[in-house]
């Protein structure tokens, strides 16, 4: 696979409870809010999946267009490569 793997250093925890999704890094001490699809991007990014299989998940599990699935994971990995939690 060629797409760039989420970091080791990224956990991830659904609050059932309250309903919040939240994206921790334990290398920085910084956490994120998700909503519910970065939260499945991320999950899916965790689990090695690449941009491709991520978009034709989101797309089948959310059944939304190809386009707007790949301009959310596009955007996600953005935010990730940006905030230093993929790895080189």
Same mark, same amino acid.
């Given at each position: 696979?060629?797409?760039?793997?989420?970091?080791?250093?990224?956990?991830?925890?659904?609050?059932?409870?309250?309903?919040?999704?939240?994206?921790?890094?334990?290398?920085?001490?910084?956490?994120?809010?998700? +909503?519910?699809?970065?939260?499945?991007?991320? %999950?899916?990014?965790? *689990?090695?999946?690449?941009?491709?299989?991520?978009? #034709?998940?989101?797309?089948?599990?959310? +059944?939304?267009?190809?386009?707007?699935?790949? %301009?959310?994971?596009? *955007?996600?990995?953005?935010?990730?490569?940006?905030? #230093?939690?993929?790895?080189?």
């Amino acid at each position: 696979m060629t797409d760039t793997l989420l970091s080791s250093q990224v956990y991830l925890r659904h609050d059932e409870v309250a309903g919040s999704y939240y994206l921790f890094c334990l290398d920085s001490g910084k956490h994120y809010r998700l +909503n519910e699809s970065g939260f499945e991007i991320v %999950r899916l990014a965790q *689990e090695g999946k690449g941009k491709g299989d991520i978009v #034709k998940w989101m797309g089948e599990t959310y +059944n939304v267009t190809i386009e707007d699935c790949q %301009r959310d994971v596009d *955007e996600m990995f953005k935010f990730l490569s940006e905030n #230093k939690l993929l790895n080189k």
